[in-house]
């Protein structure tokens, strides 16, 4: 086994470890896939977490995309391994799979993180939404799950959760706003004032595609996009995990937030400390190189809980869950949004912001399923 590294220090430690260690620039895609070509397979493990995180992410997957395709060797990338086939009639070409996204093959087998599970996962864009698909194991016993993601993330925030429901019998929908992991980028501009209730846009291309009504399980921010999405369409069951206050619930606190421009990502240590704060260090690092920019519109809605929905429009059973330990978004305020639009509600004790990421997912996606069990038909 070899390891590719950067510097004598990362060689001493793959040395110790028992493999062959190859110090090389880790962000140059060329000398990258020079190496992959050379092996049998390849691994990704986590990006480093620091500012160089972004510029090595990228040229693993140039690289993966020039020396894996048609090979017919596995890539694996953190948790998820993508079949290096040649695209099918009418994909993109290897080129234009290129991004600063790092857009995956349009066909992938991933394992179910920490579980050891390999799944099928549909990958495909439309409409410039990526979208990732799980498909039922078996005749699906259950309604489609389209999963909404929070601010700053993608698709890649429900890896744990589209295979678990696929178990259990649905159809299994994760998909990434604009501007986010796969999907199309928007001009700056119109990405820098893109309200949440703007994102209802890649939501609706994602249930056109399916043409069932479907459940929405959504996290964070990704909560007011599912609601504002069922004050117009039809939904059988909603849940929403530690998620955003709308403006009839919220706390109005007085946030200055630059319109100009989309918001930073904040560093590792702030994000840990907050988005990932339930998560051991490796896999807040692994999960904290896959964050981006955010709408500024979307960052002040939220913080400033000014955006509004009326909950006459919204039929279907809901459940609002809260995390003991979130320091995001309180669970006295989730509480109270409750009971705003009617909806059970679940306190998790020894959880924070990041719910669907930490260790112990599983326990609360069972208690998901349970409750849907009941609750749809």
């Not at 004598?8 to 896939?33: F, H, N, Q």
């Not at 699906?140 to 993601?149: C, L, M, R």
């Not at 929403?240 to 630059?258: F, R, W, Y």
């Not at 669970?331 to 639009?341: D, K, L, N, Y």
Request: glycine share 6%; with cysteine; aromatic share 6%.
């Amino acid at each position: 086994m070899t390891g590719l590294v950067r510097s004598e220090t990362s060689a001493a430690k793959v040395t110790a470890a028992g493999a062959t260690p190859v110090i090389g620039d880790t962000t140059d895609s060329s000398w990258l896939a020079g190496q992959m070509a050379q092996a049998d397979g390849t691994i990704h493990t986590a990006s480093p977490g620091d500012e160089t995180s972004a510029a090595v992410q990228a040229a693993v997957a140039d690289a993966a995309i020039a020396a894996c395709t048609d090979s017919g060797k596995p890539f694996v990338l953190t948790s998820r391994v993508t079949a290096c086939e040649a695209p099918a009639a009418g994909s993109p070409e290897p080129a234009e799979l290129r991004s600063r996204h790092r857009t995956p093959l349009p066909t992938a087998v991933a394992p179910t993180p920490r579980e050891g599970i390999t799944v099928k996962v549909e990958n495909k864009t439309i409409d410039g939404v990526f979208i990732e698909h799980v498909p039922s194991e078996g005749s699906p016993s259950g309604p489609p799950i389209v999963f909404v993601h929070g601010g700053l993330q993608g698709s890649w925030a429900w890896e744990n959760y589209l295979p678990y429901f696929a178990a259990a019998g649905h159809d299994s929908y994760a998909f990434s706003w604009f501007n986010h992991h796969g999907s199309q980028d928007l001009p700056e501009d119109q990405f820098t004032l893109r309200s949440m209730a703007d994102t209802v846009e890649e939501l609706e291309t994602v249930v056109d595609h399916i043409g069932h009504v479907p459940i929405l399980i959504t996290h964070s921010m990704g909560a007011l996009v599912g609601l504002k999405y069922a004050e117009k369409h039809p939904v059988l069951a909603q849940v929403h995990i530690t998620p955003a206050i709308s403006a009839e619930v919220g706390l109005h606190p007085n946030t200055e937030i630059d319109l100009t421009q989309p918001t930073d990502i904040p560093d590792f240590e702030t994000a840990w400390q907050t988005v990932f704060e339930g998560s051991p260090e490796d896999d807040a690092r692994r999960y904290y190189a896959l964050l981006c920019r955010e709408s500024a519109m979307a960052i002040k809605e939220t913080l400033s809980t000014s955006l509004r929905v009326d909950r006459t429009r919204i039929d279907g059973p809901s459940l609002v869950i809260a995390a003991e330990n979130d320091v995001i978004v309180p669970a006295e305020a989730i509480r109270r949004s409750a009971a705003h639009f009617g909806s059970d509600y679940l306190f998790v004790r020894g959880r924070s912001h990041n719910v669907l990421l930490e260790p112990g997912w599983r326990e609360t996606a069972e208690r998901i399923n349970t409750w849907l069990d009941r609750h749809t038909w």
